[in-house]
């Protein structure tokens, strides 16, 4: 039998305002603000476990959030959870920045490195608190379309196929799944050839006595260790998108045979896996071909319909405002994304997919998805007075101010003038 045909008829099980697809950083802040805000909201996760790539893939840093001259650049839910993530696992947030902004300028920038299960216990109390439904171990396969209308999800977990209504739909799996089933303009990225567990050693766990800090227990072991801007990515391995199994499986294997090798070269009775990585480390594979993509030449730029200013992680200085744009497409008028998904290009991609700011457009697509319904218009047509004064209210930096602009506007990435890059991005 070459082809078989499926036909199922289900009635919808339940009807929400909101459904958000991806329980990483960015949806549970989508979840969270729109709940929080009064409306019924499903939050669907594929793990067990929330936090996506910040949790499960081991990838626990809030990157700088200031802009490398003591001045802090994103707050709201972000600035939260970096703090509420100090609170019960470890805390690596320098003295500087211990009670706030500091009172003087400084170049220490303001990060926390967490534990990332604790982090992760931490998300699932904030997703009950704020009342959204939650639903583990489900995976939201595809969108039920009407047109370029999306009336709900197809769901697949331990109760079978079922059917979830709704009026607007978040897609933050990552990787734009559910947007591509449902026939929304995406772009494919790729990904470097780069794999990290954590490792504790007898030398790891006696520093972690002496300091009586237990994060200094860590150390790491990878399969690649391929940097974020693919310096020295083998000729011979192939970047991956990750947007199927076989290339999902090819990351995987190529990195835990790299792994084990390295492993083998190290004393067995003085080292061992402690956290192991439970889904691919890959962060670019799929994002929306937004009314807007971010780029380099953004800089310094203010956008009408900013929905938050953000940082320059590498780098000092460099300083963005995120559009509205970037996770919308005005023909799908109640889809939306956020987080790793969200539009970019080069390096202005790479901006977007980090924690703080992938937290700070979790909440903006909850904040204009909630606009949307209520006023009875398409997510691109909100009023963005409206959004961003709402957004404010979330404290929420909407532009940056223009005196953290520096006198040299040259923007440097990876040592390179951005000016000089072919097409001003990497």
């Given amino acids: 039998m070459n082809s078989i045909t499926i036909n199922k008829s289900m009635e919808m099980k339940r009807e929400y305002d909101i459904i958000v697809c991806g329980g990483g950083v960015a949806g549970a802040a989508a979840a969270v603000t729109a709940a929080s805000k009064g409306q019924s909201v ?4 594929k793990s067990n476990i929330l936090g996506g790539l910040a949790t499960l893939g081991l990838i626990n840093l809030f990157v700088p959030m200031c802009n490398g001259r003591g001045k802090q650049i994103i707050f709201g839910l972000c600035d939260k959870w970096a703090r509420l993530s100090a609170e019960y696992g470890y805390d690596t947030i320098p003295k500087e920045w211990k009670n706030g902004e500091p009172k003087e ?6 990060v926390q490195r967490y534990s990332p299960y604790i982090f992760a216990l931490q998300l699932t109390e904030e997703i009950t608190a704020s009342g959204a439904e939650l639903l583990f171990d489900c995976i939201a396969c595809d969108p039920v379309m009407e ?7 197809i769901t697949e977990s331990k109760s079978g196929t079922e059917y979830y209504g709704c009026r607007m739909l978040i897609d933050v799996t990552g990787d734009c799944d559910v ?18 567990a954590k490792l504790i050693t007898l030398e790891t766990c006696a520093k972690a006595v002496e300091k009586n800090d237990i994060s200094c227990a860590f150390g790491s072991v990878t399969g690649g260790n391929i940097n974020l801007f693919g310096d020295n990515q083998p000729a011979d391995i192939p970047c991956w998108s990750g947007l199927t199994a076989e290339e999902v499986t090819d990351y995987l294997v190529t990195n835990q045979h790299a792994m084990l090798e390295n492993l083998k070269k190290t004393d ?24 807007y993509s971010l780029k380099i030449e953004d800089a310094y730029k203010h956008f009408d319909d900013s929905i938050g200013a953000i940082n320059d992680f590498e780098h000092r200085d460099h300083l963005f405002e ?32 980090v924690i703080p700011v992938s937290v700070i ?21 909100v009023n963005i007075k409206k959004l961003q004064a709402q957004l404010e209210a979330d404290n929420i930096m909407i532009h940056f101010p223009d005196e953290y602009i520096p006198e040299d506007r040259t923007v440097i990435i990876h040592g390179k003038n951005a000016a000089e890059i072919p097409g001003g991005h990497m």
């Fill in 42 to 45: 499903l939050l669907i996760e």
């Fill in 105 to 110: 300028p400084t170049e220490i920038r303001y």
């Fill in 147 to 153: 047109g370029n209308v999306c009336k709900g999800v």
């Fill in 179 to 196: 947007l591509r089933r449902g026939g929304v303009p995406t772009v494919a990225g790729k990904n470097f050839y780069t794999y990290i």
């Fill in 268 to 291: 067995r009775k003085s080292r061992e896996i402690a956290q192991f990585p439970l889904m691919p480390q890959l962060r670019t594979t799929c994002r929306i071909a937004g009314d």
């Fill in 322 to 353: 995120v559009p509205l744009r970037t996770i919308t497409r005005k023909d799908y008028p109640n889809m939306l994304t956020a987080g790793r998904s969200a539009s970019g290009i080069g390096y202005g991609w790479d901006l977007l997919r």
């Fill in 361 to 381: 457009t979790g909440q903006a697509a909850a904040e204009a998805s909630i606009l949307a319904i209520k006023d009875g218009v398409g997510v691109s047509d």
